[in-house]
T-cell receptor
Framework: DTGVSQDPRHKITKRGQNVTFRCDPISEHNRLYWYRQTLGQGPEFLTYFQNEAQLEKSRLLSDRFSAERPKGSFSTLEIQRTEQGDSAMYLC????????????????FGPGTRLTVL | DQQVKQNSPSLSVQEGRISILNCDYTNSMFDYFLWYKKYPAEGPTFLISISSIKDKNEDGRFTVFLNKSAKHLSLHIVPSQPGDSAVYFCAASDSGGSNYKLTFGKGTLLTVNP
């Protein structure tokens, strides 16, 4: 179990540029989540995949944001035409669907990608 | 509206003593609760969880208590160690609805002094 990995760890970009982040979940996990954390706040849910299907997007995810998980393994989060308000830590988490009767799964987080938009 | 609240932004305790971190929630549909620890420049690390059918769950030095009627949970760390110094997040989910989405509090910064 190598844990959830994210790349890059840090990204500095200029306003208006596009950026893409990658997340590699724990290998046997079929669920993958993206969260965003800003200073002084807890992580906020952005979107969720079960295998390759994107099942929910938060209203925080504007049209400039797109996420994919093409083969149900790694995922990418792209932000187009970045704005200064996009500066945040972008966190990826993964989990295994709960077994029957279990309340829910436990999400394991990666180290995050810190985005700074100048 | 903030559905998960951690009203103490910070807490300072002496090494060896008990640390008690508190969390309140407003959504009565929440039935699964987790605590995460976060060091600077790292992602949150899962600590312990509890489902609504229990009122206590213990794992080593960490114990989580759940009071459903008060919509309150707490994390006890005994004994506290300097390496426990971090930000602690309380999170909740609704297994009957969006059981995949965690709602987090703003976190409490715990400092354990040697």
């Amino acid at each position: 179990d190598t844990g959830v990995s994210q790349d890059p760890r840090h990204k500095i970009t200029k306003r208006g540029q596009n950026v893409t982040f990658r997340c590699d979940p724990i290998s046997e996990h079929n669920r993958l989540y993206w969260y965003r954390q800003t200073l002084g706040q807890g992580p906020e849910f952005l979107t969720y995949f079960q295998n390759e299907a994107q099942l929910e997007k938060s209203r925080l995810l504007s049209d400039r944001f797109s996420a994919e998980r093409p083969k149900g393994s790694f995922s990418t989060l792209e932000i187009q035409r970045t704005e200064q308000g996009d500066s945040a830590m972008y966190l990826c988490a993964s989990s295994l669907s709960p077994t029957s009767g279990a309340f829910t799964d436990t999400q394991y987080f990666g180290p995050g990608t810190r985005l700074t938009v100048l | 509206d903030q559905q998960v609240k951690q009203n103490s932004p910070s807490l300072s305790v002496q090494e060896g003593r008990i640390s008690i971190l508190n969390c309140d929630y407003t959504n009565s549909m929440f039935d699964y609760f987790l605590w995460y620890k976060k060091y600077p420049a790292e992602g949150p690390t899962f600590l312990i969880s509890i489902s609504s059918i229990k009122d206590k769950n213990e794992d080593g030095r960490f114990t989580v208590f759940l009071n459903k009627s008060a919509k309150h949970l707490s994390l006890h760390i005994v004994p506290s160690q300097p390496g426990d110094s971090a930000v602690y997040f309380c999170a909740a989910s609704d297994s009957g609805g969006s059981n995949y989405k965690l709602t987090f509090g703003k976190g409490t910064l715990l400092t354990v002094n040697p």
